[in-house]
């Protein structure tokens, strides 16, 4: 994974960091849902392995103060003409640094499946997943929202035999009901 963030997403973190510094944080309890969007550029073991492509992510999860379990799906394209969807269920550990920002680790356990636009399904495997992230509270007004940042690294054992990663960087917002 470059040291770059990708897509110009760079530009969000002075934002970001007024933000932590101006809004109370929400409480850390509670259901949520979670949607992200962004890009896969390093791929491996995979049709259009050297091209990347976009990532996406919806979750519903539940947090207790530190922790939380999310499960839910996800995908990347893999090339103009492929893709990979997929199944996933997270633990994840968060520690607040100052206000509403905090940084999380988590792992998690995923069921993926390869996809071709001729042929749909053509490989399949489990595998499980390892990420860092930085959550960002938006405050009680906003419906217990929090913005974030998200760096995974997704391995799969295919049942062809190829041995998968992918790499995603994500920005995504959570809202809490």
Do not use: C
């Not at 999860?61 to 839910?72: F, N, Q, T, V, Y």
Request: no cysteine; proline share 5%.
């Amino acid at each position: 994974m470059g040291a770059a963030l990708p897509g110009g997403m760079h530009r969000f973190l002075p934002v970001l960091a007024l933000i932590a510094l101006a809004v109370p944080a929400p409480a850390a309890a509670g259901s949520y849902v979670s949607v992200g969007i962004g890009e896969s550029p390093e791929l491996s073991g995979l049709p259009g392995d050297d091209i990347g492509g976009r990532s996406g992510r919806i979750m519903v999860g539940k947090r207790h103060g530190a922790l939380a379990i999310e499960g839910g799906g996800f995908g990347t394209t893999l090339g103009p003409a492929s893709s990979l969807v997929g199944l996933a269920i997270i633990a994840k550990g968060h520690l607040t640094l100052a206000g509403p920002l905090s940084l999380y680790g988590k792992l998690g356990l995923n069921r993926g499946w390869v996809r071709t636009d001729t042929m749909g399904t053509v490989d399949s495997g489990n595998g499980h997943e390892l990420g860092i992230g930085a959550d960002l509270g938006l405050g009680a007004g906003l419906g217990h929202a929090s913005l974030w940042l998200d760096f995974t690294r997704q391995s799969f054992d295919m049942l062809s035999g190829a041995q998968a990663e992918i790499d995603t960087t994500q920005v995504g917002i959570a809202f809490g009901f």
